[in-house]
């Protein structure tokens, strides 16, 4: 077994202790390098690292040989070997013993892989998806603002130290990786990420052009936070000659892309639609997201310094650093993220909260308070709009020195270095 004793404490390991005392195994799935095996050893009693090639071939002589009763079993990178599902799902089906195996990986099967898999392990196998760390986890955030809080009506006015600019940049090309919290150099790890991706993993058994993909790869950089449709990231990376290459490009297209959803690298933030009183006038295009700002930031070489140079960029990248941690705030919460746009009026909202009963909140996102006063009238337009009113509203901004409820909208504004769930 590993060391346990340095681990930082992850939101998902609560959950994790819950859903092994609920199913006979449980399945983590998410990017590499995003903490998914440490977080797993934590709560393990024997591991198998099928990336190892003596347990492979161990394995592909006798399953029976990487499982054993000391249980909770970690399985790492089951996928290499996609048998072990079903397996796994008799192995729970012998008795009533809760929390006998987990079972983690970095990549999603193929459609011809899952074709190997005869049952979906329903009752028997809980999912549970991980991300790279937030500012509450990476301890970034000091956690004076809660969701939970907000929702209730129950957050308090504080006052807190202010956070430099230059901080927040330096967050965003860091990213949420474990390995990176306690470098010096701090883009090299993204960088090393978008390389091993280029140079490996696009090339699960097909052989993929690694300058197409790193057309891709910067063109979804160069849109991160937008709602860009497949059309146009399209035009922005290939040159058409006729019909014939058109259709070809985009079939190429939806093969990298799936490529890049498998590998748990892209994220979309999906429209929100409900109790709007114009549905018709709705947008339903998703918006588009690396699972993190700081791939992003690799693509496009970007430092701290470019950041502080480029406001407009900055701030579409400080717009995904904070949608990635309400995504996992809100679904460690069990609820949904959402985006929301008023095609005839143009009205946005940056971030829909949707909570386990329905209700929901709504927020907005601004680097600087400068822009806090547009935020509270596109907020309060939402507001008059909605046949069901959001349980509360809020703006996240960058360097604010408090958390505050505006005592004439209700509004809250806070920093996104004192958020948590």
Known sequence: MENKDNYLPRLIDSKMEDYLQTFGAISVVGPKWCGKTWSSVKHANSIFYLDDDSTKTMALFDLELILNDEYPSLIDEWTLMPQVWDKIRRKCDENEIKGKYILTCS?????????????????????????????YESKDSTGDASLTDMFNGT???KKLKETNIRDIAKLII?????????TKLIDLIPKSYIEAILDKDIN?????DRTKMLMLLKSLARNESSIVSKETILKDITDFQDTEEIIQSRITLNDYLDVLDRLYLIENQEAYSENYRSKERLGKAPKRHFTDPSLACACLNL???KLLKDMNTFGFLFESLVERD?????????GHLYHFRDNVSGLEVDAILEFPGGDYGAIEIKLGVNSVLKAKQDLLKFYDNML???????????????????KETGIYILPITALKP
């Open 326 to 334: 309400l995504r996992i705030y809100i679904e460690y919460l069990n």
């Open 204 to 208: 699960d058994g097909k052989k993929r």
């Open 155 to 157: 957050q308090k006015n």
């Open 107 to 135: 990549t999603e099967l193929k459609e011809i892989e899952k074709d190997k898999i005869f049952h979906s392990g329903a009752g028997r196998i809980g999912k549970l998806k991980m991300y790279p760390m937030s500012l």
């Open 303 to 305: 430092t701290e310094e």
């Open 388 to 406: 069901v009113k959001p349980k509360f509203m809020a703006i996240i901004v960058s360097n604010i020195n408090a958390i505050i409820k505006d």
């Open 174 to 182: 860091r990213g949420g990786w474990p390995s990176n919290l306690q």
